[in-house]
């Protein structure tokens, strides 16, 4: 009936359908719906102008058309997937004036199941290696408002979006690619399905999520140190623990260890100091690490810093009375310093020794009370012996820079064990001393600033080298490297600022290392010497006596004009007068009874300057003889004031 209707009224209402939709005078309790597959929807349509009949339109839940002013479109079991309800009203004073209002339904389906899985493979991953994650989501509809999202733990990685229109419910697949990294190994994976379906849609969106994929990541150990330095310590541990997986096993190195051993760590208290190589291992590969074990540090740290710390007051008193010669001292209630810990009854002869790379070295330690074993902690050699008071340390070649050898005693009454560090001086003078200017060669220019510098290569101790500067004879400078501690040979330099003048011309600059090793050292500190570096300085020409000169002409005298200026490249001299005919270029003095009067102007001149000089040469006057006349201009109390001087002959 309704097709009826429809068929006979539309040729007359379609153009008034086209301008007449936005007036429509019903109203629709909701814009669009959003109803889960098979559930329940209810819209009313309300007329707003009086009408001749309205109704719902649908393919399930419509209302057939009547005077009603309210009509509800109502479907308990919504399973239409393209349901298009419409309500339509006639209106005014003719029959055929209608117009209809449709309502968008969406119709969401939540996915029946979503799983997570790595494409193509199965067991634990590799690091290093892609590999494809894949979401199923199985029956879910609109796919247009599906997203997939992507997450590691509580991070969010990705999402995806699908461009499907279907609006019946589809499967889909997600893919995400990934890089097992380490950090990935026990990460949970997960994927969620979530329809997005705005305001009017479900709050919070309906989520439906993967079981978590637990990922496990094959890699193979690496340390993040691959060394490590210990000083030996009752409490510290040599650990080579190391993450990896499968999970690693150990093994230890070392020319101090009697056989291998494979636990994770070691307890540095019951090694000699040395190197310790420790090795994880896993199929995937392995990593070793070195750990260099040193003796205990200096005694009074030991024995000073863990009492004050460990102990209270009142058992530092009671330690106090029983350690009388220990000599603690205190003032008050406070200690103010560990003068020495003496108790120790060991004796290492020579206290301190001073040995070059290389050479032989002998020590002896003597215990001064029965000792049930005394020896030496060595990294190269280590020895000891049993009831013996003495024991001795001794290398052929000494070439070991991170040796610290220490003697120890273990006594059969208290002190039960002590131990004396020797002290030890390994040197090596220098391969080579080389002196330099820097950026510059020689000539150098009087007056500029320049860098000189003394490298010294490969020299220990540094703390010990003194660094001298030489120029000629004179110690100029000298260069110490005390605040430096390294123990094996290094690279030093040391620079010396010059501001050359013209006497420094020829200057022989040098520099030496010498290493103050001390009484212990040689009877000469080994000392190396740079070269001679030469300074070559270049000024400009200086006439040794500036003035103008006044000369008279006598019939017994020769006139002599000197021009000589002293300078570095060596000037050139140029004479100029109206009275010269002969050739005088480069002549410093001009010697010559024929010179007649007139004005002579020498020029000398190099590379770096130009000066020049006034001689006046006059006929001989009357009265007392004059041999010269000298006339010299000076600025005096502000003034320029002239100066003559006569030589008379009487
Ligand atoms: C529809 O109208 C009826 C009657 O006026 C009312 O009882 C009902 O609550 C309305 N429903 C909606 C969804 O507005
Ligand atoms: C659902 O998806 C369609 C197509 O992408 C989009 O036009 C619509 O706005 C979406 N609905 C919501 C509520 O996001
Ligand atoms: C490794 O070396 C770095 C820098 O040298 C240091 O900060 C870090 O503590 C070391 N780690 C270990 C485990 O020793
Ligand atoms: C060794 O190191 C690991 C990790 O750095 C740590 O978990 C373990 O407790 C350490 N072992 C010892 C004995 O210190
Ligand atoms: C020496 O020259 C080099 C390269 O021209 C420059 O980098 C350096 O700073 C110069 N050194 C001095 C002391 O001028
Ligand atoms: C270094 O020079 C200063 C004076 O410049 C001098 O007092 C000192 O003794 C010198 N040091 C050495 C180690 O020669």
């Given at each position: 009936?309704?097709q009826r209707f429809f068929g006979c009224v539309y040729l007359s209402a379609v153009s008034q359908l086209v301008t007449l939709t936005a007036e429509c005078p019903v109203q629709?309790?909701?814009?669009?719906?959003?109803?889960?597959?098979?559930?329940?929807?209810?819209?009313?349509?309300?007329?707003?102008?009086?009408?001749?009949?309205?109704?719902?339109?649908?393919?399930?839940?419509?209302?057939?058309?009547?005077?009603?002013?309210?009509?509800?479109?109502?479907?308990?079991?919504?399973?239409?997937?393209?349901?298009?309800?419409?309500?339509?009203?006639?209106?005014?004073?003719?029959?055929?004036?209608?117009?209809?209002?449709?309502?968008?339904?969406?119709?969401?389906?939540?996915?029946?199941?979503?799983?997570?899985?790595?494409?193509?493979?199965?067991?634990?991953?590799?690091?290093?290696?892609?590999?494809?994650?894949?979401?199923?989501?199985?029956?879910?509809?609109?796919?247009?408002?599906?997203?997939?999202?992507?997450?590691?733990?509580?991070?969010?990685?990705?999402?995806?979006?699908?461009?499907?229109?279907?609006?019946?419910?589809?499967?889909?697949?997600?893919?995400?690619?990934?890089?097992?990294?380490?950090?990935?190994?026990?990460?949970?994976?997960?994927?969620?399905?979530?329809?997005?379906?705005?305001?009017?849609?479900?709050?919070?969106?309906?989520?439906?999520?993967?079981?978590p994929l637990s990922a496990e990541v094959n890699y193979k150990p690496k340390h993040s140190n691959s060394t490590e330095t210990i000083i030996k310590n009752d409490e510290v541990?040599?650990?080579?623990?190391?993450?990896?997986?499968?999970?690693?096993?150990?093994?230890?190195?070392?020319?101090?260890?009697?056989?291998?051993?494979?636990?994770?760590?070691?307890?540095?208290?019951?090694?000699?100091?040395?190197?310790?190589?420790?090795?994880?291992?896993?199929?995937?590969?392995?990593?070793?690490?070195?750990?260099?074990?040193?003796?205990?540090?200096?005694?009074?740290?030991?024995?000073?810093?863990?009492?004050?710390?460990?102990?209270?007051?009142?058992?530092?008193?009671?330690?106090?009375?029983?350690?009388?010669?220990?000599?603690?001292?205190?003032?008050?209630?406070?200690?103010?310093?560990?003068?020495?810990?003496?108790?120790?009854?060991?004796?290492?002869?020579?206290?301190?020794?001073?040995?070059?790379?290389?050479?032989?070295?002998?020590?002896?330690?003597?215990?001064?009370?029965?000792?049930?074993?005394?020896?030496?902690?060595?990294?190269?050699?280590?020895?000891?012996?049993?009831?013996?008071?003495?024991?001795?340390?001794?290398?052929?070649?000494?070439?070991?820079?991170?040796?610290?050898?220490?003697?120890?005693?273990?006594?059969?009454?208290?002190?039960?064990?002590?131990?004396?560090?020797?002290?030890?001086?390994?040197?090596?003078?220098?391969?080579?001393?080389?002196?330099?200017?820097?950026?510059?060669?020689?000539?150098?220019?009087?007056?500029?600033?320049?860098?000189?510098?003394?490298?010294?290569?490969?020299?220990?101790?540094?703390?010990?080298?003194?660094?001298?500067?030489?120029?000629?004879?004179?110690?100029?400078?000298?260069?110490?490297?005390?605040?430096?501690?390294?123990?094996?040979?290094?690279?030093?330099?040391?620079?010396?600022?010059?501001?050359?003048?013209?006497?420094?011309?020829?200057?022989?600059?040098?520099?030496?290392?010498?290493?103050?090793?001390?009484?212990?050292?040689?009877?000469?500190?080994?000392?190396?010497?740079?070269?001679?570096?030469?300074?070559?300085?270049?000024?400009?020409?200086?006439?040794?006596?500036?003035?103008?000169?006044?000369?008279?002409?006598?019939?017994?005298?020769?006139?002599?004009?000197?021009?000589?200026?002293?300078?570095?490249?060596?000037?050139?001299?140029?004479?100029?007068?109206?009275?010269?005919?002969?050739?005088?270029?480069?002549?410093?003095?001009?010697?010559?009874?024929?010179?007649?009067?007139?004005?002579?102007?020498?020029?000398?001149?190099?590379?770096?300057?130009?000066?020049?000089?006034?001689?006046?040469i006059k006929h001989k006057s009357k009265g007392p003889e004059t041999l010269r006349t000298n006339r010299r201009h000076t600025v005096l109390d502000g003034a320029l004031r002239?100066?003559?001087?006569?030589?008379?002959?009487?």
């Amino acid at each position: 009936m309704l097709q009826r209707f429809f068929g006979c009224v539309y040729l007359s209402a379609v153009s008034q359908l086209v301008t007449l939709t936005a007036e429509c005078p019903v109203q629709l309790s909701q814009k669009s719906v959003v109803v889960e597959y098979g559930g329940s929807v209810a819209v009313n349509c309300t007329a707003s102008v009086p009408h001749y009949g309205m109704g719902w339109e649908a393919s399930e839940g419509g209302v057939d058309k009547t005077r009603d002013s309210v009509i509800t479109w109502t479907v308990s079991d919504l399973r239409e997937w393209d349901i298009k309800p419409i309500c339509y009203i006639n209106y005014k004073t003719t029959h055929d004036t209608l117009c209809e209002e449709e309502l968008p339904v969406t119709i969401y389906k939540t996915p029946d199941s979503v799983s997570i899985s790595i494409v193509n493979h199965r067991g634990p991953m590799k690091e290093g290696e892609q590999y494809e994650l894949q979401c199923d989501v199985q029956d879910v509809a609109p796919v247009q408002n599906l997203t997939v999202k992507w997450y590691k733990g509580e991070t969010l990685l990705d999402q995806t979006t699908f461009t499907d229109t279907s609006i019946t419910p589809v499967n889909e697949v997600a893919k995400l690619l990934i890089t097992a990294g380490r950090a990935d190994d026990g990460a949970q994976y997960r994927c969620e399905a979530e329809l997005d379906l705005g305001a009017e849609g479900p709050q919070p969106p309906p989520t439906v999520t993967s079981k978590p994929l637990s990922a496990e990541v094959n890699y193979k150990p690496k340390h993040s140190n691959s060394t490590e330095t210990i000083i030996k310590n009752d409490e510290v541990m040599l650990n080579c623990t190391v993450m990896a997986n499968p999970a690693p096993t150990y093994t230890w190195h070392s020319e101090h260890l009697k056989e291998e051993i494979s636990s994770s760590t070691l307890p540095s208290s019951t090694l000699s100091p040395g190197e310790y190589t420790c090795t994880a291992t896993n199929s995937l590969g392995s990593d070793s690490k070195v750990f260099i074990v040193k003796s205990t540090v200096a005694k009074q740290d030991r024995v000073g810093i863990p009492l004050a710390s460990v102990y209270g007051l009142q058992q530092i008193s009671s330690i106090f009375i029983k350690m009388k010669n220990n000599l603690l001292c205190f003032l008050g209630l406070s200690i103010i310093g560990i003068v020495s810990a003496d108790s120790c009854s060991l004796e290492i002869s020579p206290a301190r020794v001073v040995v070059k790379f290389g050479d032989p070295v002998s020590v002896s330690c003597v215990a001064s009370r029965p000792v049930r074993v005394l020896g030496w902690e060595s990294v190269i050699a280590a020895s000891h012996t049993q009831n013996d008071l003495s024991v001795q340390w001794r290398v052929d070649s000494l070439t070991d820079w991170i040796e610290e050898p220490i003697c120890y005693g273990v006594f059969f009454t208290a002190p039960r064990q002590c131990e004396e560090k020797l002290n030890l001086v390994l040197y090596k003078k220098p391969d080579s001393v080389s002196i330099s200017l820097v950026n510059h060669s020689s000539p150098v220019v009087e007056g500029r600033e320049y860098q000189l510098q003394c490298e010294v290569q490969n020299v220990a101790p540094v703390q010990y080298l003194v660094l001298r500067w030489y120029r000629g004879k004179t110690e100029v400078y000298n260069h110490s490297f005390s605040e430096l501690s390294p123990a094996t040979p290094v690279q030093v330099s040391s620079t010396l600022l010059i501001v050359p003048n013209r006497a420094d011309d020829g200057a022989q600059y040098r520099c030496e290392a010498e290493l103050q090793l001390g009484a212990e050292g040689p009877q000469l500190p080994p000392t190396v010497q740079s070269e001679v570096l030469n300074i070559a300085v270049q000024y400009p020409p200086d006439f040794r006596s500036p003035e103008e000169e006044i000369l008279d002409i006598s019939e017994d005298s020769e006139i002599v004009l000197d021009c000589t200026a002293e300078g570095n490249p060596p000037p050139v001299y140029i004479w100029s007068s109206s009275n010269l005919q002969e050739n005088t270029d480069n002549q410093p003095v001009l010697r010559a009874a024929s010179l007649g009067p007139g004005e002579y102007t020498c020029t000398a001149s190099n590379i770096l300057g130009k000066k020049s000089k006034q001689f006046v040469i006059k006929h001989k006057s009357k009265g007392p003889e004059t041999l010269r006349t000298n006339r010299r201009h000076t600025v005096l109390d502000g003034a320029l004031r002239t100066f003559w001087t006569w030589e008379i002959k009487i």
